[in-house]
Protein backbone atom coordinates (compact mmCIF):
# COMPACT_ATOMS: atom_id res chain seq x y z
CA UNK A 1 0.00 0.00 0.00
CA UNK A 2 1.48 3.67 -0.93
CA UNK A 3 1.41 5.96 2.51
CA UNK A 4 0.49 9.09 1.68
CA UNK A 5 -0.74 8.97 -2.27
CA UNK A 6 -2.05 12.34 -2.09
CA UNK A 7 1.37 13.71 -0.75
CA UNK A 8 2.04 17.05 -2.62
CA UNK A 9 5.91 17.14 -2.20
CA UNK A 10 8.00 13.89 -2.53
CA UNK A 11 12.01 13.38 -2.32
CA UNK A 12 13.71 11.05 -4.55
CA UNK A 13 16.74 10.23 -6.43
CA UNK A 14 18.65 8.17 -8.98
CA UNK A 15 20.00 4.60 -7.87
CA UNK A 16 23.52 5.26 -6.76
CA UNK A 17 22.43 8.83 -4.38
CA UNK A 18 24.62 11.12 -6.72
CA UNK A 19 21.24 13.25 -7.60
CA UNK A 20 18.77 13.83 -5.23
CA UNK A 21 15.57 16.18 -5.67
CA UNK A 22 11.99 17.46 -4.44
CA UNK A 23 9.10 17.85 -6.84
CA UNK A 24 6.00 19.50 -6.23
CA UNK A 25 3.37 16.86 -7.81
CA UNK A 26 0.41 17.97 -9.56
CA UNK A 27 -2.23 15.70 -8.08
CA UNK A 28 -0.30 13.31 -5.62
CA UNK A 29 -0.03 9.97 -7.26
CA UNK A 30 -2.87 10.35 -8.82
CA UNK A 31 -0.96 11.24 -12.63
CA UNK A 32 0.97 8.27 -12.92
CA UNK A 33 1.09 6.94 -16.31
CA UNK A 34 3.34 5.72 -19.09
CA UNK A 35 3.45 6.40 -22.26
CA UNK A 36 3.99 4.72 -25.66
CA UNK A 37 6.40 6.74 -27.85
CA UNK A 38 9.41 5.26 -29.18
CA UNK A 39 11.65 6.61 -26.43
CA UNK A 40 9.47 5.56 -23.40
CA UNK A 41 8.80 2.04 -24.91
CA UNK A 42 12.57 1.71 -24.26
CA UNK A 43 12.47 3.48 -21.18
CA UNK A 44 9.26 2.07 -19.76
CA UNK A 45 9.21 3.99 -16.46
CA UNK A 46 5.95 4.88 -14.51
CA UNK A 47 5.74 8.97 -14.57
CA UNK A 48 4.01 11.42 -12.43
CA UNK A 49 3.33 14.82 -13.59
CA UNK A 50 5.20 17.60 -10.84
CA UNK A 51 4.47 21.13 -11.32
CA UNK A 52 5.89 23.97 -13.66
CA UNK A 53 8.83 25.55 -11.77
CA UNK A 54 8.23 22.40 -9.16
CA UNK A 55 11.17 20.11 -9.27
CA UNK A 56 14.42 21.56 -7.06
CA UNK A 57 17.71 19.65 -7.60
CA UNK A 58 19.29 19.30 -4.05
CA UNK A 59 22.16 17.81 -5.02
CA UNK A 60 24.25 15.93 -8.02
CA UNK A 61 22.89 18.38 -10.51
CA UNK A 62 26.45 18.04 -12.31
CA UNK A 63 25.75 14.91 -12.53
CA UNK A 64 22.51 15.11 -14.56
CA UNK A 65 23.16 14.61 -18.68
CA UNK A 66 20.15 15.43 -21.10
CA UNK A 67 19.19 13.48 -23.94
CA UNK A 68 16.81 14.96 -26.26
CA UNK A 69 15.27 13.65 -29.63
CA UNK A 70 12.60 14.57 -32.34
CA UNK A 71 11.68 17.98 -32.25
CA UNK A 72 13.93 18.39 -29.31
CA UNK A 73 11.54 19.86 -27.46
CA UNK A 74 11.58 17.59 -24.21
CA UNK A 75 14.62 17.30 -22.00
CA UNK A 76 14.98 13.86 -20.53
CA UNK A 77 17.12 13.66 -17.76
CA UNK A 78 19.74 10.80 -16.60
CA UNK A 79 22.38 10.55 -13.88
CA UNK A 80 25.67 10.16 -15.25
CA UNK A 81 27.05 8.03 -13.10
CA UNK A 82 24.04 5.05 -12.66
CA UNK A 83 22.36 5.80 -16.01
CA UNK A 84 18.78 5.74 -14.24
CA UNK A 85 16.05 8.32 -15.84
CA UNK A 86 15.00 10.72 -12.90
CA UNK A 87 12.55 13.15 -15.29
CA UNK A 88 12.28 14.90 -18.03
CA UNK A 89 10.33 18.17 -18.73
CA UNK A 90 7.49 18.12 -21.19
CA UNK A 91 6.78 18.73 -24.58
CA UNK A 92 3.38 19.26 -24.11
CA UNK A 93 3.67 20.88 -21.51
CA UNK A 94 6.44 22.78 -21.14
CA UNK A 95 8.04 23.69 -17.53
CA UNK A 96 5.90 20.85 -16.05
CA UNK A 97 7.93 17.62 -15.11
CA UNK A 98 7.36 13.82 -15.77
CA UNK A 99 8.88 12.61 -12.81
CA UNK A 100 10.13 8.83 -12.34
CA UNK A 101 7.99 6.84 -9.69
CA UNK A 102 10.77 4.41 -9.29
CA UNK A 103 13.00 7.05 -7.82
CA UNK A 104 10.36 8.54 -5.65
CA UNK A 105 11.16 7.43 -1.93
CA UNK A 106 9.49 4.81 -0.73
CA UNK A 107 7.78 3.89 -4.16
CA UNK A 108 7.98 1.58 -6.76
CA UNK A 109 6.44 0.83 -10.05
CA UNK A 110 4.68 -2.07 -8.71
CA UNK A 111 2.95 -0.39 -6.03
CA UNK A 112 -0.02 0.75 -8.53
CA UNK A 113 -2.14 -2.06 -9.49
CA UNK A 114 -2.85 -0.99 -12.77
CA UNK A 115 -1.40 2.57 -14.91
CA UNK A 116 -2.69 4.38 -18.22
CA UNK A 117 -0.90 4.12 -21.30
CA UNK A 118 -0.96 7.43 -22.87
CA UNK A 119 -0.73 7.50 -26.44
CA UNK A 120 2.55 9.01 -27.34
CA UNK A 121 2.73 8.08 -31.17
CA UNK A 122 -0.03 10.28 -31.85
CA UNK A 123 1.90 13.06 -29.34
CA UNK A 124 -0.75 15.64 -28.03
CA UNK A 125 1.45 18.49 -29.60
CA UNK A 126 1.04 16.84 -32.80
CA UNK A 127 -2.86 16.33 -32.65
CA UNK A 128 -4.79 18.64 -35.02
CA UNK A 129 -6.68 21.25 -33.48
CA UNK A 130 -9.50 19.99 -30.73
CA UNK A 131 -8.37 16.98 -30.45
CA UNK A 132 -7.49 15.39 -27.44
CA UNK A 133 -5.06 12.55 -26.48
CA UNK A 134 -5.50 9.43 -25.94
CA UNK A 135 -5.41 6.58 -23.34
CA UNK A 136 -4.10 3.45 -25.65
CA UNK A 137 -4.19 0.68 -23.13
CA UNK A 138 -3.50 -0.18 -19.62
CA UNK A 139 -0.36 -2.04 -17.97
CA UNK A 140 -1.63 -4.15 -15.01
CA UNK A 141 0.80 -5.64 -12.67
CA UNK A 142 -0.73 -8.99 -10.57
CA UNK A 143 1.89 -10.13 -8.01
CA UNK A 144 2.08 -13.97 -8.31
CA UNK A 145 2.58 -13.94 -4.21
CA UNK A 146 0.11 -10.83 -2.60
CA UNK A 147 2.70 -10.69 0.78
CA UNK A 148 5.13 -9.91 -2.00
CA UNK A 149 3.37 -6.36 -2.94
CA UNK A 150 3.05 -4.73 0.91
Not at 15 to 37: S, Y
Amino acid sequence: MIADPDAPTRTGGCHCGAVRFEVDLVDGLNTARRCDCSFCRMRGAVAVSGRPGGLRILSGEDKLTCYRFNTGAARHFFCSCCGIYTHHERRSRPGEYGVNVACLDGLSPFDFASVDVLDGIRHPMDLPAGERPRISGRLVYIPTDPASSD
